[in-house]
């Protein structure tokens, strides 16, 4: 079984459609975990009355106490998530139909614990810009140190192979890029499916965010989280720096 755990916060525009998105998946053995990050909009209310239409046993919703951020959130459904295999996804992000089977798929065949897969920029409605980010064949950690590549919503997980506790998130910004560089640091190689299996919702304000923080969080990373020495950092961030560009052309 896929355990797929979904942060939701202030989601309501997106969040009924993420839910069908997963119950029309071509793989059905799955349950999805929803954990709300105390959502001040009615996210809630809408997954409330969703699954008491349903009434399927695979939905299960998850309230949050107090608000502590997307890699807590994640780490809440991580807890509870009962299958072999783990599958994050974002609310406002979409997966292809196939997504879980043809990643499931390609996971067995490689016999990988981490595996994932290209994906397509979308714009605010999620429709497909014909930007596509392909993925490498293997990423290792070296190489992982160097390149913006590990799409979140297209990550599958084995639990045999890859310890729960190496997928729990650090709470510092860019967690998840952490948690891939942990993942790998402590010795297994990611296996990229180059086929367009999500798409990553980029609203047209998102493209006016802040350039310099996400530069200064990856910055961090290397320093603080990685605690790799000032040389090696100024090496990998200029080819992080460069690679991220060139994605976003």
Known sequence: MISIVVPVYNAAPYIENTVQMVLQQTYQDFELILVDDCSTDNSVALLEELLEQRKDVRLRLVKKERNQGAAAARNTGLDMASGRYIAFLDADDVWLPHRLEAGLRFMEEKKAGFVFSAYEFGDEQARGTGKIVHVPEKLTYRKALSRTVVFTTTTLFDTTLVPK???????????????????????????????????????????????????????????????????????????WALRATLRRI
Not at 169 to 186: F, G, K, Y
Not at 220 to 235: H, P
Request: hydrophobic share 45%.
């Open 165 to 239: 506790e190496l997928l729990r998130m650090p709470t510092v910004p860019s967690e998840d890029t952490a948690t891939w560089w942990q993942i790998l640091r402590n010795g297994h190689v990611a296996y990229g499916l180059d086929q367009v299996l999500a798409i990553y919702r980029r609203p047209a304000k998102s493209l006016s965010s802040n350039k310099l923080v996400a530069l200064q969080r990856i910055w961090n990373l290397y320093r603080k989280q990685e605690k790799l020495g000032l040389f090696s950092s100024a090496f990998y961030f200029c080819f």
